[in-house]
């Protein structure tokens, strides 16, 4: 089983194995993707695209969209060069990730996201793939979280 598994803490590993939902996350300097997911399908589909220039505008638009879907967890992608060493964004990924966490108390799962925006384009034609890629996050993290039975 994929080491993020390991980390989830138990009370949300048992909401997993019920109707939950995820939301997942493609943090951007402007916009941020975002998209939105059910552990019964284990699908997602892209949800919004947040473009941002203040801090508070940014918190009040992610705070609307964690109340009105309430969900058991987030992801969050981290980026990364492709040989797997941090790029100029992986720390502000990861401080956004712990933001999130401290800020309304959910538990969030980090992903290496090296190549969603590429696949993300597979899918789009929009000027803007954001909440396409944060939905290929989302769909990594399906496939190495359930890869195995969750107990």
């Not at 992608?77 to 712990?98: L, W, Y």
């Amino acid at each position: 089983m994929p080491e993020i598994s390991q980390k989830i803490p138990e009370k949300v590993r048992k909401k997993l194995n019920s109707d939950s939902v995820i939301l997942a996350f493609d943090y951007g300097l402007s916009r941020i993707g975002v998209a939105i997911g059910n552990t019964v399908v284990k699908e997602c589909r892209p949800l919004t695209i947040i473009h941002w220039k203040k801090n508070q505008d940014k918190w009040k638009q992610i705070s609307s969209i964690i109340e009105d879907w309430a969900p058991v967890m987030v992801v969050v992608g981290i980026p990364r060069h492709q040989d797997g060493n941090p790029n100029s964004m992986t720390k502000v990924c990861e401080n956004f990730a712990n933001q999130v966490e401290g800020h309304f108390k959910i538990f969030v799962a980090k992903v290496d996201e090296r190549f969603s925006s590429v696949e993300a384009e597979t899918y789009s034609d929009d000027e803007y793939i954001d909440d396409h890629a944060a939905c290929v996050i989302l769909e990594q993290w399906f496939r190495e979280f359930f890869a195995e039975p969750i107990y």
